[in-house]
């Protein structure tokens, strides 16, 4: 090779080198932060917080010598005795054992014993009672009881009843009732639209056995009378019209037993009380 053909490489290698130095260098220039600008520090400044304040607690009462308060026992005023209207009711009402008159003697008698305060004297009383066609009372036993004040309050007060209606019936009319002399007893109030169904069959022991006859199983619930249309229609007109009382008292009565109002409770006791 030439002399000439090895200057000029030389000559190409020696151009292209300081090519690249001055693109390097370029670079560089162009990637130097700029020194001029400043940014002002950031500062971090810690604060304690504050200390938790804890506060004492209250002084109980009793600790100061002052002894608590007891709320106000509780109590239940003495129910209205029945009116006129309702003896006049209750001594035309043939059903299901003079279901009104019934009624209406529980009241009475509870409307004369005072007022019910929460206590020992609260409690329940149930009587066996038999009283005459006339209205007078011909027997009184006391079945079982929660509270003897309860029972003698009641006894006291039966003993000055004023004078009642006829039977309904104009026979002697036999039936139990269970005084209720405590502040939280509910409206006894029944209901009389299903006093003209059949009544529930009560249960029977298939298996009871007297001891003398032959053993069998009796499943057969006994007969019941069907009434005819025309008994069912003068049945039907001795039905007093439904009231608020009385829907809230059964309603008070299911809750009391299941826990609920809802769909079905109206079935639960079609007899009433």
């Excluded at 299903?194 to 006859?213: E, I, K, L, T, Y």
């Excluded at 439904?242 to 059964?250: M, N």
Aim: charged share 20%; net charge positive.
């Amino acid at each position: 090779m030439s002399l000439a053909k090895h200057s000029t490489l030389l000559a190409v290698l020696l151009s292209m080198a300081l090519h690249a130095l001055g693109v390097l260098w370029l670079s560089q220039l162009a990637f130097k932060p700029n020194r001029s600008i400043t940014e002002p520090p950031v500062v971090v400044k810690l604060v304690a917080p504050p200390p938790t304040q804890t506060l004492a607690p209250a002084p109980h009462p009793a600790r100061i010598g002052v002894p608590a308060a007891k709320p106000p026992p509780a109590m239940q005023e003495a129910p209205s005795a029945p009116s006129a209207e309702d003896w006049a009711f209750a001594g035309r009402y043939t059903l299901k054992n003079s279901k009104g008159y019934r009624h209406n003697w529980g009241r009475q008698v509870r409307s004369m014993m005072g007022t019910a305060l929460e206590g020992p004297d609260q409690g329940m009383v149930r009587f066996r009672i038999e009283i005459a066609p006339n209205g007078t009372l011909v027997r009184l036993d006391t079945l079982w009881r929660t509270s003897a004040v309860a029972e003698q309050k009641a006894r006291d007060a039966i003993a000055n009843l004023p004078p009642l209606p006829p039977t309904p019936t104009g026979k002697p009319l036999v039936f139990e009732k269970t005084i209720v002399f405590s502040p939280f007893a509910s409206d006894d109030t029944p209901l009389y639209r299903h006093d003209c169904d059949p009544d529930v069959p009560a249960f029977r022991n298939p298996f009871v056995w007297d001891g003398q006859s032959d053993r069998m199983r009796d499943d057969d619930p006994p007969p019941q009378r069907v009434m005819s249309a025309q008994e069912l229609e003068d049945c039907r007109r001795q039905l007093p019209p439904e009231t608020v009382q009385s829907e809230s008292a059964r309603d008070q009565r299911v809750w009391d037993r299941w826990g609920t109002t809802q769909t079905g409770g109206d079935q639960l006791s079609p007899r009433g009380r």
